[in-house]
């Protein structure tokens, strides 16, 4: 069946509050209605003279959803108030109440990752259920082979040829995943950002198959990597994406060592990461991993023929004995002196949602002398004041890493990612590293996202203007204070780094409009994380981590808890992870808060999770317990005293 809140045919007027001379021409509004249907139709006229502005399925808004908290505010903006973005895929919120800044306290200790246990009785019934599982499992393989050989004929031998899976390594696929394929791969539409259109789909054979209805449902979006929000169908991003292809076209149709450099890949060079491991270290090195670090950091540590070993997850005690047992041993069987020691953690860990200890594993590496590599593929734009991240979160200089890595498809909602390091290592890795050679180079519409957005974090430098004095007038008091412009300027893009034909507006081009979406984030992500912890929950990670792990636990706990948060009121997506991403024990649901999201959105997961939670008993944690109208009510207090 399609769900309740199916959306209707895309419609041509689109509510986004975006020109302040419109709005404030608007007469006095006696209800929201009335309100932002005049608003739908001054952005109507606004939008009238561009044809590129066209409507979007994922914009369209339903007579229906006149109403709907997740297409409209719940409270009507003033014509004070002006929003440059669709509520459904940046929600307006002008509140600056709600806003926190992400950085590490060193007044405080560092926040270890600590593991929370649950009840003996949680654990016994995770291992019957499995148990039960292998034993019918096993089972229905054993006579299915015998007796329904139709449905375990990719499992045979057929005519002469092996199975290319066995029945072990299939068996998780099938028993576990395929009993939930509702809850996974849920096939969407349009932008991911505050809100997202979900296709409507059921089974009749026992989730074998699924069957789109042609319904689509509006759901609250708290499980896309899209931190800051910049994965958004208009605004200034977009519109650059726009122009960069009628500039440049969708495709260089090249490598970037032969025909595949554009105006922007000179500008901005930006290339794929994943195979640059094998050309950083080889045989007679030694590979030190955190042992919680991404499948793509093992695979290419795999790749490189480095010896690997691994400690334990951000435990600095764990990795300064392993330290000294390896520059103490040397390598295996001679016990010559390793040509590099190289160890390789993440700031932001994607399933625990733990922040590196990067003060005491810089203390390591003065004493030891180890090459340092972090991937910040989740912790850049995430975490700092300035989304730089990790080493921006400890006010630490991103020179003292030797190689810092990160992605584009996440806060930056485009896709690749980048190497930073010396020119030397990285003038290495240009030849060295298979994706130099061999990887097509970055499309340039994505390029065009990646610069935009990139610039709107940094800020762009504006040529400086001819001064006669080194001294400025403060407008704060009439102060007069030394001006520093190469501090002020620091870490800024340079105008020069731009294309001429890339025009910011002003609010991305200054930095003002990015630093707002990190605070934003940062407030986000620390209610969530405190407000489910004080109703009882047991949360994971690091409270300015924008990803927040609930401990489910029981595997069959995980389809329903999808499917009663998709059945709340409004719909809620969320993603649940299991074996083999995670232990056997440990399933979880994991959300990802964003910069658009409101405080309200929140208070609506928590609220669902409340509600949820009590139903599946969830509530297994130690510490002192609100309800969920007073964690929604002191929510400000609530992230200031965590």
């Known amino acids: 069946m399609s769900s309740p809140i199916a959306l209707d045919p895309p419609s041509p007027s689109l509510s986004i509050f975006k020109e302040k001379e419109l709005i404030s021409k608007l007469p006095s509004m006696p209800t929201a209605v009335s309100y932002l249907s005049a ?13 590129s502005s066209l409507p979007s399925e994922d914009n369209a808004i339903s007579e229906d959803d006149e109403n709907n908290c997740l297409v409209y505010p719940l409270k009507p903006p003033t014509s004070e108030q002006v929003f440059t973005t669709a509520h459904t895929e940046f929600g307006h919120c002008a509140n ?11 007044t405080k200790p560092f926040e270890e990752h600590t593991i929370e246990e649950p009840p003996y009785y949680i654990f016994l019934a995770t291992h019957i259920s499995l148990f039960i599982l292998h034993l019918l499992g096993h089972m229905r393989d054993f006579f299915g082979k015998r007796f329904a050989k139709s449905y375990f004929a990719h499992l045979m031998h057929q005519n002469g040829y092996a199975p290319l899976n066995t029945n072990l390594d299939s068996f998780y696929t099938r028993r576990l995943r395929g009993r939930m394929t509702d809850c996974l791969c849920q096939p969407v539409t349009g932008v ?43 605004g200034g991003c977009s519109d650059a994406v726009k122009e960069s292809i009628r500039q440049c076209g969708v495709s260089t149709c090249g490598t970037r060592l032969e025909s595949g450099s554009s105006e922007l890949h000179t500008l901005w060079d930006s290339r794929p990461t994943s195979t640059f491991i094998p050309a950083l270290v080889g045989n007679g090195s030694l590979i030190i991993s955190d042992e919680l670090n991404h499948a793509s950091i093992r695979i290419g540590a795999r790749q490189s023929g480095a010896h690997v070993r691994v400690f334990k997850h951000n435990d600095m005690s764990s990795l300064e004995s392993l330290l000294r047992e390896v520059i103490s041993q ?55 004041p300035h989304g730089r991240g990790v080493t921006d979160y400890f006010n630490i200089s991103p020179s003292s890493i030797d190689v810092l890595m990160g992605t584009f498809t996440k806060s930056f909602g485009a896709a690749g990612g980048y190497i930073a390091g010396p020119k030397t290592l990285i003038d290495c890795l240009r030849l060295r590293g298979h994706s130099g050679p061999y990887a097509e180079a970055i499309a340039p519409p994505v390029l065009a996202q990646i610069v935009a957005s990139m610039a709107s ?57 990015a630093g707002m979406r990190i605070r934003r984030l940062a407030f986000n992500s620390r209610y969530l994380h405190a407000g489910l912890k004080k109703l009882g929950f047991i949360i994971y990670g690091h409270s300015f981590s ?48 964003s910069a658009s999201h409101t405080k309200e959105d929140i208070d609506t997961v928590l609220r669902a999770c409340d509600e949820v939670g009590g139903i599946l008993d969830l509530k297994h944690g130690s510490g002192e317990r609100w309800g969920i109208n007073m964690v929604c009510e002191r929510a400000v207090e609530l992230v200031r005293s965590v």
């Open 457 to 513: 974090i940094m800020g762009v430098a504006l040529a400086p203007q001819p001064i006669n004095s080194k001294f400025s007038l403060s407008p704060a008091g009439s102060i007069v204070m030394p001006r520093n412009s190469e501090k002020e300027l620091l870490g800024m893009v340079p105008a020069s780094s731009l294309p001429t034909w890339m025009n910011l507006p002003p609010a991305l081009a200054d930095g003002s409009e």
């Open 330 to 384: 040397g390598q295996p069987k001679t016990h010559r002196s390793w040509k590099k020691v190289l160890v390789i953690v993440e700031g932001l860990y994607s399933m625990e949602g733990t922040v590196l200890n990067l003060p005491k594993i810089l203390e390591l590496k003065q004493i030891y002398k180890f090459y340092l590599y972090i991937d910040e593929a989740h912790s850049i734009g995430a975490l700092g």
């Open 39 to 51: 608003v739908q139709h001054a952005d109507t006229r606004a939008r009238s003279h561009d044809n």
């Open 192 to 234: 991911p950002g505050r809100t997202i259109v979900i296709l409507d789909r059921h089974s009749t054979d026992n989730n074998y198959t699924q069957i789109c209805t042609g319904g689509k449902t509006r759901a609250l979006n708290i499980s896309s990597y899209n931190y800051l929000g910049f994965s958004q169908g208009h």
């Open 96 to 106: 600056e109440a709600y806003r926190c800044v992400s950085k590490h306290d060193y």
């Open 546 to 593: 924008p990803i927040v792990p609930l401990l489910i636990f029981n595997p069959g706990k995980l389809p329903m808890f999808v499917r009663m948060m998709r059945a709340y009121s409004p719909p809620i997506v969320v993603v649940v992870v299991s074996y083999p991403a995670t232990p056997f024990e440990t399933a979880r649901a994991r959300f990802c808060p």
